[in-house]
T-cell receptor, first 117, second 112 residues
């Protein structure tokens, strides 16, 4: 497989469920990101990991818990979500953004469409 | 705080016509990116602009960057239906640790 793959593509869950989103990148990148895309809102950055270390947590509620076991895999653990959390969750990867020689370009996965009932 | 503004947010244009989408940003940056998103799909990278005066073209799309004016343009030439999508610009804050900041997107609809 190439690029950035996300699973599941679609997820419906109740507010008391626990589920996880998975992202895997096959591009040899060091940085991985979670973005949230809601209707009528700009793309919202949630978390950034660089070399497995979290470098950004954009004031995300604790019901979202990220995990980055290595540079190729990123998870988003979901627990007691609210209906307003329904959105498209996009994973992205890039080369190390701290290296000036890198372009900083993000490569996105297909997204996981989450519906919270 | 870096702000990125696109206009227009909605654009309906006839096939064969030309139009320009604008992306303004509020702080110094010399890195700007354009992405395309089809409905229900992910974001696809279109252009990476890494210096003042950079111009890139792919098919009917041409992107340019003026870092002094803090402005990028995405010009559409002789639009075709296949270009219907949402186009996002994103700006790098040059800090190395802060990810891209995205505009709200321009939803383009090309009609016959």
């Amino acid at each position: 497989e190439t690029g950035v793959t996300q699973t599941p593509r679609h997820l419906v869950m109740g507010m008391t469920n626990k589920k996880s989103l998975k992202c895997e990148q096959h591009l040899g990148h060091n940085a991985m990101y979670w973005y949230k895309q809601s209707a009528k809102k700009p793309l919202e950055l949630m978390f950034v990991y660089n070399f497995k270390e979290q470098t950004e947590n954009n004031s995300v509620p604790s019901r979202f818990s990220p995990e980055c076991p290595n540079s190729s895999h990123l998870f988003l653990h979901l627990h007691t979500l609210q209906p307003e959390d329904s959105a498209l969750y996009l994973c992205a990867s890039s080369q190390d953004p701290r290296q000036a020689t890198n372009t900083g370009e993000l490569f996105f996965g297909e997204g996981s469409r989450l519906t919270v009932l | 705080e870096l702000k990125v503004e696109q206009n227009p947010l909605f654009l309906s244009m006839q096939e064969g016509k030309n139009y320009t989408i604008y992306c303004n940003y509020s702080t110094t940056s010399d890195r700007l990116y354009w992405y395309r998103q089809d409905p229900g799909k992910s974001l696809e990278s279109l252009f990476v602009l890494l210096s003042n005066g950079a111009v890139k073209q792919e098919g009917r799309l041409m992107a340019s960057l003026d870092t002094k004016a803090r402005l990028s343009t995405l010009h559409i030439t002789a639009a075709v239906h296949d270009l219907s999508a949402t186009y996002f610009c994103a700006v790098d804050m040059n800090s190395g640790n802060t990810p891209l900041v995205f505009g709200k997107g321009t939803r383009l609809s090309v009609i016959a």
